[in-house]
């Protein structure tokens, strides 16, 4: 009736002009950014302004070198010097290839693996939000862009970065497909890991991590299906790729058989490369591995006391002598033993938690999927070293560099381990007992004193209005931030390798001081020699400060003969031309120090031959040494 009159009410108004509310500017707010986005952009950020920190060093060294030299040839050229050497790095070379038809210098030689760093440290934290939550992401890739290891193949000219891109874009399309798979999510997931291994082949390791990730995480046989067929997909694809390096192997044939210190060494690199930071990495990484085996024990015990005591008839309220009767001969003595019925629920519970608790995967954090970050990230950092430092022990093919891609492991781990302390930390702050603590009572009183309330700070809080304690939201972001900062600290610890890494004395050699002293010393009409023949790679990185010279034992050029440095006359050719020019014509040879006159170099039948012309047709004049190498004068006779 009420609603009735106020109809009736309402409609005895008379009726007016019509009026129109003049419209408002509606307002946009701008959308609030999601954590996982800056858990992923703000990593990739720093991992960019990092690679850029340095990037020109103003030197190459001979890995890049050849990486320049070959990229720079025609594609016939690139397909024709594939067919005898390198043909490991060829998905790269073509690459670069485009790369160097844009921009024909060091620094666009050096900025597809900062780029390829960038994502790598934004895949780590995507991982970790999914895996755990959005600051376990933050933090892991902060850890891995700040790692020294990962700044020092940032900013090098070879493949080494982009596997390690590919790698974890392939671990993080792998988590996707088991959560929700399907056959285009598992498609894209085999082409990425086929194009990760055809960059380099050691990247089929990762195939093997991943089977570990789904053996820990007890998948259905259908994932197992469509993940065998991905990687069947994969390894067809590099198969003629194993079949021709296969038969180039003797390009690493100075690689010696790994053992402990090798194994040390690629340990420092994946978790620091001082002990502090190293310390804290592996404390945190243990914390992480340990915990799932802790909350499962807890899990076991919860569900045997949850079983009722022996003699219980109700859980529910009532007069004790409803719920355990007394008998004379004293309290609880009426309690019977445990029947065998009864005994056999109680392991019935116990043995079907265990049996929950092993059928879930043990999620250390707050998961997305059936998918655990221990199950990722262990055999990620784990499974592909094992392998090749074993199969390294048959045939030497152990280096660091090869195993970049495993490094993501690492944070993911000590990250996971710091979330892990942070809670529990929490949880302990919640206790009774901690609470009970004199200092923590002593608090309140501590704050009511004179001079706490004197300070200027508590003095200020007035003026503050509205103050109120932070929200869990606040709480979350300050740890974050907190965590964030964690990991600044370790990069100051770790600063000094950071400038390292930006310095030429970090690679193997230096080229550019070696062709720059030619190029102030020698002469149009002058010659040049290069002992042995793979120095000539400094005229190749730095042709301009080779202009005019005589290349005295080139017999066809490395993009004619499809090699990394040419193919050289014979030591009665190398005479003949010799003899051919005028008396006191200057040669000056371009000689490695770390090769020439060692045992190598005088077993090198060819090269030592070249010296023993050179002595009998010429005066030796001095010398000038230079990091990378030594420009020696010698005066025809």
Not at 70 to 76: V, W
Request: glycine share 8%; proline share 8%.
């Amino acid at each position: 009736m009420a609603e009735r009159g106020g109809r009736r009410a309402a409609a005895a108004v008379p009726a007016g002009p019509a009026r129109t509310a003049a419209p408002s500017p509606a307002r946009r707010r701008p959308l609030p950014v999601r954590p996982p986005v800056l858990a992923v952009a703000v990593p990739a950020a720093v991992m960019l302004v990092l690679g850029l920190w340095g990037l020109d060093r103003g030197t190459m060294w001979r890995d890049e070198s050849a990486t320049f030299q070959i990229a720079r040839r025609s594609l016939p050229e690139i397909g024709h010097a594939l067919g005898t050497v390198d043909a490991v790095h060829g998905l790269y070379y073509l690459l670069m290839h485009a790369v160097l038809a844009v921009r024909d210098d060091e620094l666009a030689l050096r900025l597809p693996s900062v780029a390829a760093s960038a994502a790598t440290a934004g895949l780590v934290a995507a991982l970790g939000c999914r895996l755990a939550r959005p600051r376990v992401g933050l933090w892991a890739g902060l850890l891995y862009a700040t790692t020294p290891f990962v700044s020092h193949y940032a900013q090098e000219a070879r493949s080494y970065a982009l596997v390690a891109a590919g790698a974890a874009l392939a671990t993080w399309l792998l988590v996707r497909a088991v959560d929700h798979g399907s056959a285009g999510r598992w498609a894209g997931y085999g082409a990425v890991a086929a194009g990760t291994a055809l960059l380099h082949e050691f990247a089929v390791l990762l195939l093997a991590a991943h089977a570990v990730t789904l053996l820990a995480s007890r998948v259905p046989w259908r994932t197992w299906r469509a993940w065998g067929c991905a990687a069947a997909g994969c390894c067809l694809a590099l198969l003629p790729l194993v079949i021709v390096s296969r038969a180039q192997s003797a390009q690493v044939s100075w690689i010696r058989t790994p053992g402990r210190r090798e194994a040390e060494a690629l340990l420092y690199a994946f978790a620091g490369p001082g002990e502090p930071v190293l310390t804290v990495t592996l404390v945190l990484a243990g914390i992480s591995l340990l915990a799932p085996v802790a909350s499962r024990g807890r899990r076991v015990l919860s569900a045997a006391r949850s079983f009722p005591r022996p003699g219980a008839t109700s859980r529910g309220p009532g007069p004790r002598s409803a719920r355990c009767p007394r008998t004379p001969d004293g309290p609880g003595a009426g309690a019977r033993p445990m029947s065998a019925s009864a005994v056999g629920e109680l392991v019935l519970r116990v043995s079907g938690a265990r049996s929950r608790a092993a059928s879930r995967p043990v999620r250390p954090l707050r998961a997305g999927g059936p998918v655990s970050l221990n199950a990722v990230a262990v055999p990620l950092a784990v499974v592909p070293p094992v392998l090749l430092f074993g199969a390294a022990q048959f045939q030497p093919l152990f280096l660091d560099r090869y195993l970049l891609f495993c490094l993501a492991g690492v944070p993911l781990l000590a990250a996971a381990g710091a979330d892990r302390v942070l809670t529990a930390l929490a949880a302990l702050k919640a206790l009774p007992a901690f609470r009970a603590l004199p200092a923590f009572r002593a608090l309140p009183a501590f704050r009511a004193l004179p001079a706490f309330r004197a300070l200027p700070a508590f003095r200020a809080l007035p003026a503050v209005p509205a103050l109120r304690p932070p929200g869990p939201r606040v709480g979350r972001r300050a740890v974050a931030v907190a965590g964030a900062l964690a990991v600044v600290a370790a990069f100051a610890c770790q600063l000094p390798a950071q400038r390292r890494e930006r310095l030429p004395v970090s690679r193997g050699d230096e080229l550019a001081p070696v062709a720059a002293l030619v190029g102030r010393l020698a002469g149009p009409g002058d010659a040049v020699l290069f002992l042995p023949l793979h120095e000539r790679r400094v005229a190749l990185a730095y042709p301009r400060d080779f202009t005019g010279l005589r290349d005295l034992t080139l017999a066809r050029s490395p993009a004619a003969s499809g090699t990394l440095f040419g193919e050289e006359v014979t030591a009665g050719a190398l005479r003949d031309r010799l003899a051919g020019l005028p008396r006191g014509s200057r040669v000056w040879v371009v000689q490695d120090t770390a090769t020439v006159g060692t045992r190598w170099f005088r077993a090198q039948r060819a090269e030592y031959a070249k010296t023993t012309v050179l002595d009998g047709l010429c005066e030796e004049g001095a010398s000038v040494f230079v990091r990378g190498g030594a420009v020696t004068l010698r005066i025809r006779r």
